[in-house]
């Protein structure tokens, strides 16, 4: 071994525990702030009985606290020059789907299975319009083609995780994946107070406020946070309706990854062809864990099973989603935003508009009738 080598090894061994650390760490913050939230989502109410904020403390839920601590967090991390540095232990990927997966332990099979024929209808069209919208709106703007594809996929699927996707099946620039992503979480943002008010306003049946929930906002995350807020009807309806459209994370990734190849770069051979394994790659893998967990928590009830455990996993999902709604608050920048200037806004704001326009039609037709329990 050289002593060039040498020095780069011990190099690496000296940043590892570092930047351990920093891990373990912003893990420790989501988890304090976690706490915080469970205990002002309980405490509140009790400190607000008598007053004229009894009906408002009453009102909130959980996840207004999660997202308001977390956004609190970031500012004070970003002001001690520490947000970055913790960001590895954030993980809102892993909380949220181990949270979603939990869900599905709650969720009946009949339910399920009812809900999958017009989860599937409603996933394809909305995909394919609002998805074909924002290509050719983003191709008007003249936006790169890589960029256009991250946004089309986060607007139409289900935010950064299909961006993601998207980015690697289009080879994207690492800022474009960031641009994509705090879109995504501007907007969805919002969307997890504002659809939920709407739905009470135009008195839509849970159902249907499911599905137009599920249908429309972007991130997993917020769907949930949204579904919450809502009730737990419609939680359990746009959570299926959700993941039924992030269950198409591979197909679309696989249909971009051939459409670049063969047209927008030009390739040809086997390398343009995408393979099985790279459809397995991309599929999102926790789908089949909360299609799982719904089979056995119904078969586990079926066969005289205590309701109180199940209760128990729903109280361990509860404390992941406020885990995940905790790093969304944490992770929230609007650096990618300044960077990308007006026309990938104006393209996702149109697209948006499109979304909850299309979302809402097709949540009325389909889930109009459907019969909960």
């Not at 020059?81 to 909380?95: I, N, P």
């Not at 190849?261 to 995408?274: I, S, Y």
């Not at 909360?290 to 205590?306: C, K, N, R």
Request: proline share 3%.
């Amino acid at each position: 071994m050289t002593e060039h080598t040498a020095q780069a090894s011990e190099q690496e061994r000296d940043a590892r525990p570092s930047g351990t650390w920093y891990a373990v760490a912003g893990v420790l913050v989501v988890l304090v702030l976690g706490a915080a939230t469970r205990f002002l989502e309980q405490q509140v109410p009790t400190w607000a009985d008598g007053t004229a904020f009894e009906g408002l403390a009453k009102s909130i839920e959980f996840p207004v606290y999660a997202i308001a601590l977390g956004l609190i967090g970031n500012v004070v991390l970003s002001r001690l020059a520490l947000r970055d540095a913790l960001s590895t232990g954030f993980r809102t990927e892993f909380f949220i789907k181990t949270g979603l997966v939990l869900l599905g332990a709650s969720i009946n099979l009949k339910l399920l299975v009812t809900a999958a024929a017009p989860a599937i209808v409603q996933a394809l069209l909305l995909i394919t319009v609002v998805f074909g919208f924002t290509w050719w709106l983003g191709g008007r703007l003249g936006l790169d083609d890589k960029l256009r594809a991250l946004l089309a996929s986060a607007v139409s699927i289900c935010g950064v995780s299909a961006a993601i996707a998207a980015a690697g099946a289009v080879q994207a620039k690492r800022e474009q994946l960031a641009y994509a992503a705090s879109l995504v979480i501007v907007f969805a943002l919002p969307s997890i107070f504002l659809l939920p008010w709407l739905a009470r306003v135009f008195g839509l049946p849970d159902a249907v406020a499911g599905a137009w929930i599920g249908g429309n906002i972007d991130t997993t995350a917020a769907v949930a946070a949204a579904g919450a807020l809502a009730g737990e009807d419609a939680l359990q309806i746009a959570t299926i309706v959700k993941t039924t459209q992030n269950a198409l994370i591979g197909v679309v990734a696989i249909a971009l990854t051939a459409y670049f190849a063969l047209k927008v770069e030009k390739r040809t051979g086997a390398d343009a062809r995408p393979s099985l394994g790279e459809f397995w790659q991309r599929f999102p893998k926790f789908v089949l864990g909360f299609i799982a967990a719904s089979i056995i928590g119904t078969l586990y009830l079926a066969d005289g099973g205590d309701k109180a455990n199940i209760t128990t996993v729903n109280d361990l999902r509860t404390w992941f989603l406020i885990f995940a709604f905790v790093a969304i608050g944490l992770e929230f920048s609007l650096k990618g935003l300044r960077e990308a200037g007006w026309r990938p806004v104006a393209l996702f704001a149109s697209a948006t508009v499109v979304n909850i326009v299309v979302a809402l039609g097709l949540a009325l037709v389909l889930f109009g009738n459907f019969q909960l329990g």
